[in-house]
């Protein structure tokens, strides 16, 4: 009879993990940044969100009013460039593309184009007697949040330059609260790694219609 332990369970036996993964900040020289020196642990740009709204009202007729607007959002990176990872644009973009993946223009360190985000509204309010005693009122429309700025972030931040991921097996290798012990027990430490974000070029930020 053969039993099966997950992840955390085998954590919770002190069961050796199979593979360790680490993560580091890098410098310039792909060497490694830890403690103080580490400096870019989080994205730092400037973006804004500019709003525009017009909005009318039309008496139909004494039981029926109307109105109608339009709002639109324009979101700009005032910081439009983030560390440009040339060997994954040139390389890896060609790569993907043969095996018949569309990337619609996105690159390593690319932010999206600015985009207008129309947002037009309905509404109208009914009274059946004209009296104004019983009234019903609706609309409808699409609507645009703020811009949840963490997602284009990661341009910034997980571009393949500035942040590593070392993977090793694991042979009895103790689990450090100090992350200066791991350095010598790294797989690499030549070259940065890890996941890089990408937005399509004609990027369109997500909203809603109710």
């Known amino acids: 009879m053969s039993i ?6 085998r954590f919770l036996n002190d069961e050796e993990p199979d593979l360790f993964l680490f993560g580091h900040e890098q410098n310039t020289t792909g060497s490694i940044r830890l403690g103080d020196e580490a400096e870019n642990l989080g994205p730092t740009f400037k973006a804004l969100q500019m709003a525009f709204y017009a ?33 994954f644009n040139t390389t890896t973009v ?15 360190g690319k932010t999206p184009s ?39 972030g990661g341009i910034f931040i997980r571009n393949g330059l500035n942040s590593a991921f070392n993977v090793g097996v694991f042979s009895g290798q103790p689990i450090y609260s100090n ?11 030549a070259s940065p790694t890890g996941d890089v974000d990408l937005f399509t070029e004609d990027f369109k930020y997500p909203q809603i219609f109710t």
Do not use: C, H, M
């Open 94 to 108: 060609s790569l993907i593309e043969a095996e018949g993946y569309d990337l619609k223009g996105a690159q390593a």
């Open 55 to 87: 909005q009318d009202e039309f008496q139909v007729n004494q039981n029926v009013k109307l109105t109608l607007g339009v709002r639109a959002d324009i979101p700009i990176f005032l910081d439009d460039s983030p560390l440009d990872n040339v060997d």
């Open 179 to 189: 992350p200066n012990n791991w350095v010598n027990n790294l797989a690499s430490t």
């Open 114 to 152: 600015t985009k207008i985000l129309w947002s037009p509204r309905f509404g109208f309010n009914w009274s059946p007697t004209g009296e104004k005693e019983t009234q019903i009122r609706g609309g409808l429309g699409i609507f645009t949040s703020r811009v949840p700025w963490v997602w284009p």
């Open 4 to 9: 099966f332990f997950n992840g955390i369970d």
